[in-house]
C-alpha cells in the first residue's frame, strides 16, 4: 500500500485505550431469502483480526456497514440485526445494538461503551446522506457519524470503491488508518497489477460481459491466458458465430466481444461445450452440448466437462499465479454447479499463488465446501476488486492517503 497511508498498528502506537474507534466494515453477507439467516459469513470473519486487535487494546469500538441496497430510510429486511448476533459469538463477547446509525440509540449506544467493548450501529444506508451524490448532503450525515468516533479505521474493503459517506468523507473528518482486511487485500491486488509471476492465468465468469468490460481491457495485454464461462461467455459464443438459444445474451455487446477476441487471439479460451437445460430450475431436464450446437430452445446454464477439464489443464501447468472472478455457471443449483466446481478444484490444486475475487466467487468456495486455505487469497471485494485491477482510483483508498 501507498507509503502515505497509515495503518492500523500506527493506532495502536500511539494507544486507543478508552478512545471511541470508529471501524468502517463491509458486514453486506448474503442471507436467506425465507428466513433471513446469514447464509455466508465470510465477511464478518475477515474483520475479526482488526476488531479483535482494537479490543485488546481497550478501545471502545463502533463498527458500521451497509447491508445490501436499502433506499435510504429504514427496511427491515436490511436490518444488521442478525449481524450483530453473529458478530457476538464470533467475538466472544456480546455486540451492543444500535437500532439506528446516528440517532438517539447511536448515541446513547456509544455513550455506554466500557473500554474494550463493541457497538454496531444500524444500516449505514437507512440514511440518505450515505450514499447520496449531493457533497453537502454527505458531508452533512458524515459529520452526524464521525461525532461518534475520535478516529477512523475503514476495514469495509468490499466497499472502498464506494464514493459513500462512510467510505470517502468521514475520514476527511477524523484521524484514519487502513485496517487489517484493506491493508492485506491490497497488498495483494498489487503483486497481480504490479508483478505478477508468470505464467499469469485469470478466469472470469459471471452473468454480464459489460460488467467485466473494463477488467478484461486492463487484463488483456498482461494476462498469459484468459479463460472465459458463466453467463458471460454466451455473448462471446455469439460473436463467434454460434448460437446460443435462450441463454443470456448481451446483443449490444456482441460486436465488442468479437473485437477483444480478435484481440486476445491465442490467449482467450472458451467454453467447448455447454450444460444446457429446458428452464432456469433446478430440476430442469438437461444435457451437455457443444458450444456450437446449443439448441434453440436451451438455456445453458454451465459450462461442460471437456471445457472443465481444458481450463483446469491450463490452470495446473506450471500456472504461477491465477486471478479468479465470477463463478462458471448457476452453482446454487446442484444439476448446473459442475463448472464452478471443476475450476474452483483445479484452483485449489494448483501450486500457483491465487487470488478468489468476488462475493459470489467466494461464497461458491465456500458453499461447495472447499478448503479456503487451498487459495492464496480470498477478497471480500467483488466490485471493489475488480476497480482496483481496472487500476481506478478508489474513493475509500484515495480517502485514506489525505
Ligand atoms: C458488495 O457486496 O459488492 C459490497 O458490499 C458493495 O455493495 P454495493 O455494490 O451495494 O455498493
Ligand atoms: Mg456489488
Request: include cysteine; aromatic fraction near 4%.
Amino acid at each position: 500500500m501507498s507509503a502515505t497511508i497509515r495503518n492500523l498498528d500506527d493506532l495502536l502506537a500511539e494507544g486507543v485505550s478508552g478512545r471511541r474507534v470508529l471501524v468502517r466494515a463491509d458486514l453486506n453477507v448474503p442471507l436467506d431469502k425465507q428466513t433471513g439467516a446469514i447464509t455466508d459469513d465470510g465477511r464478518i470473519r475477515a474483520v475479526l483480526p482488526t476488531l479483535g486487535a482494537l479490543v485488546s487494546a481497550g478501545a471502545k469500538v463502533v463498527v458500521c456497514s451497509h447491508l445490501g441496497r436499502p433506499k435510504g430510510a429504514p427496511d427491515p429486511q436490511f436490518s444488521l440485526t442478525p449481524v450483530a448476533g453473529r458478530l457476538g459469538e464470533l467475538l466472544g463477547a456480546p455486540v451492543h445494538f444500535a437500532t439506528d446509525t446516528v440517532g438517539e440509540s447511536a448515541q446513547a449506544t456509544v455513550a455506554a461503551l466500557a473500554d474494550g467493548e463493541v457497538a454496531l450501529l444500524e444500516n449505514l444506508r437507512f440514511n440518505k446522506g450515505e450514499t447520496s451524490k449531493d457533497d453537502a448532503e454527505r458531508g452533512a450525515f458524515a459529520d452526524q457519524l464521525a461525532a461518534l468516533g475520535d478516529a477512523y479505521v475503514d476495514d469495509a474493503f468490499g466497499a472502498v470503491h464506494r464514493k459513500h459517506a462512510s467510505v470517502y468523507d468521514v475520514p476527511a473528518r477524523l484521524p484514519h488508518v487502513a485496517g487489517r482486511l484493506v491493508l492485506r487485500e491490497v497488498e495483494v491486488l498489487s503483486t497481480l497489477t504490479e508483478s505478477p509471476e508468470r505464467p499469469y492465468v485469470v478466469v472470469l465468469g459471471g452473468s454480464k460481459v459489460s460488467d467485466k468490460l473494463a477488467v478484461i481491457e486492463a487484463l488483456l495485454p498482461t494476462v498469459d491466458r484468459l479463460l472465459i464461462g458463466g453467463g458471460m461467455c454466451f455473448t462471446f459464443l455469439k460473436a463467434q458465430g454460434h448460437e446460443v438459444g435462450t441463454s443470456l445474451l448481451e446483443k449490444d455487446m456482441v460486436e465488442t466481444c468479437r473485437n477483444l477476441l480478435e484481440r486476445g487471439a491465442g490467449k482467450i479460451m472458451l467454453p467447448v461445450d455447454v450444460v444446457a437445460a429446458d428452464a432456469f430450475a433446478p430440476d430442469a431436464a438437461h444435457d451437455v452440448v457443444p458450444a456450437d450446437g446449443i439448441p434453440s430452445h436451451r438455456v445453458g446454464l454451465d459450462i461442460g466437462p471437456e471445457t472443465v477439464a481444458g481450463f483446469a489443464a491450463a490452470l495446473r501447468t506450471g500456472t504461477r499465479t491465477i486471478f479468479w472472478n465470477g463463478p462458471m455457471g448457476v452453482f446454487e443449483m446442484a444439476a448446473f454447479a459442475g463448472g464452478t466446481r471443476g475450476v474452483a478444484e483445479a484452483i485449489a490444486e494448483s501450486e500457483a499463488f491465487s487470488v478468489v475475487g468476488g462475493g459470489d466467487s467466494a461464497a461458491a468456495v465456500r458453499s461447495l465446501g472447499l478448503d479456503e486455505k487451498s487459495f492464496g487469497h480470498i477478497s471480500t471485494g467483488g466490485g471493489a476488486s475488480l476497480e482496483y485491477l481496472e487500476g481506478k482510483t478508489l474513493p475509500g483508498i484515495a480517502a485514506l492517503e489525505n
